[in-house]
């Protein structure tokens, strides 16, 4: 337990990928704001992560900005070696970064089919296999996996490949857990429902996103921060014995 508190992620190091904007921006302050050291990652917008980082040093925290594709090995385990080499390990994933391109079934491509599943699964495979080494020889790690509500429902037209890559993701969390629990290491899930977030509305056509809450028990779309807060438990001490499994984060629209 870091000091008196189960949720302080002192002594900690995080790499929190797709981190220059939306629930990876909101993790990374939360994660920061609870001591520990980040890395803000980006595939091509410099300029945002490393605002975020400004605005965590500002706040007195610790945060490097790393740009790079975690579909790419290569790149994955320059994230993974940059992490430690500016923080000392690696003790935190958040595979955030991620595509949800709207297409029809029938009209993607083979290149379609492998860019998503590179940037959806094989990023968060990647980084679990560069990153464990130093998880277990420090016997503590986390992973932390975004999903969505649609791979639990199966209702999202058009958009069958992002859903199927994150059902893949499910399982290897489980794979992670079932294996790795023995070294300190744990895999979850973060499943959202409808967020709040800056987003390329033209894979949302008509208002069907505002009108999404009014189905929402809580009657709202999820923030950032819900996002993030639900990150930052897992990634705690707080969340020890919690492992292979999905927090949903959906206000109460599916209840399973």
Same mark, same amino acid.
Not at 211 to 216: G, P, S
Not at 250 to 253: K, P, S, V
């Given at each position: 337990m870091q000091g008196s508190n189960p949720f302080s992620l002192e002594g900690h190091a995080a790499l929190i990928t797709g981190s220059g904007r939306n629930i990876g921006r909101a993790t990374a302050l939360a994660f920061a704001r609870a001591g520990a050291a980040v890395t803000i990652n980006g595939r091509n917008d410099a300029e945002a992560t490393a605002a975020v980082v400004r605005e965590i040093l500002d706040e007195g925290g610790r945060a490097v900005a790393i740009m790079g594709d975690a579909a790419d090995r290569n790149q994955a385990e320059a994230l993974v070696k940059g992490t430690q080499d500016a923080f000392g390990s690696l003790d935190i994933v958040v595979a955030n970064a991620g595509v949800r391109p709207l297409k029809p079934f029938l009209e993607l491509s083979e290149d379609?089919?492998?860019d998503i599943m590179s940037a959806n699964l094989h990023g968060p /495979?990647?980084?679990a296999q560069a990153g464990l080494p130093g998880m277990i020889e420090k016997g503590y790690g986390? /992973?932390?996996h975004l999903s969505g509500l649609p791979v639990f429902t199966g209702r999202y037209q058009q958009k069958t490949a992002p859903v199927a890559s994150k059902a893949g993701l499910q399982g290897l969390t489980k794979g992670l857990a079932d294996e790795f629990g023995v070294n300190g290491v744990t895999a979850n899930v973060v499943a959202p429902g409808m967020i709040d977030t800056t987003r390329d509305w033209r894979n949302y056509p008509g208002d069907q996103v505002h %009108?999404?809450?009014?189905?929402?028990p809580t009657r709202r779309l999820g923030s950032v921060n819900d996002i993030a807060y639900a990150c930052l438990y897992l990634a705690s001490d707080a969340a020890g014995h919690i492992n292979g499994q999905t927090i949903h984060v959906? =206000? =109460? %629209?599916v209840m399973f």
């Open positions: 379609d089919w492998q /495979f990647h980084l986390r /992973f932390i %009108e999404h809450a009014k189905m929402i959906n =206000g =109460g %629209e």
